[in-house]
């Protein structure tokens, strides 16, 4: 072989080895952010009681009971 036909396909490995390299990365790093995003978030409660608003995250489990006691 040539010595200009050995540094083309030098140049062409180190070329595709980059973007396979650089797949990877993104590939590694898309799983890692939908791990990050799995998270699951419940929407706001909003509850109001004697004119006073409050806004408040469920977190709990479907058959959790919050109950209070009624105050004149």
């Known amino acids: 072989m040539k010595?200009?036909?050995?540094?083309?396909?030098n140049k062409r490995f180190l070329l595709v080895g980059s973007y396979v390299?650089?797949?990877i990365v993104f590939v590694i790093l898309?799983?890692?952010?939908?791990?990050?995003?799995?998270?699951?978030e419940r929407e706001l409660a909003n509850i109001k009681v004697s004119k006073m608003k409050y806004n408040m995250t469920i977190n709990g489990t479907s058959n959790q009971i919050i109950t209070a006691t009624k105050t004149s």
């Open 3 to 9: 010595k200009s036909s050995k540094q083309f396909l």
């Open 30 to 40: 898309n799983i890692s952010f939908s791990l990050f995003n799995l998270k699951e």
């Open 21 to 23: 390299i650089l797949v």
